[in-house]
């Protein structure tokens, strides 16, 4: 059985984290305030990655 772990955000996770975003995103908008629609490109999720 395959297990889970932790870890911090790295430079190399943006496209899965892109990715989990948009497929999450009406979700997510149901319970925090949208976030803009440049959010949803490759280099503001990488500069969101560097300030976390």
């Given at each position: 059985m395959p297990g889970y772990s932790i870890r911090a955000l790295q430079a190399d996770d943006v496209e899965v984290?892109?990715?989990?975003?948009?497929?999450?995103?009406?979700?997510?908008?149901?319970?925090?305030?949208?976030r803009p629609d440049e959010f949803y490109q490759p280099a503001a999720v990488?500069?969101?990655?560097a300030d976390f």
């Amino acid at each position: 059985m395959p297990g889970y772990s932790i870890r911090a955000l790295q430079a190399d996770d943006v496209e899965v984290v892109l990715q989990f975003e948009l497929v999450h995103k009406s979700f997510f908008e149901q319970s925090i305030e949208a976030r803009p629609d440049e959010f949803y490109q490759p280099a503001a999720v990488q500069q969101h990655i560097a300030d976390f």
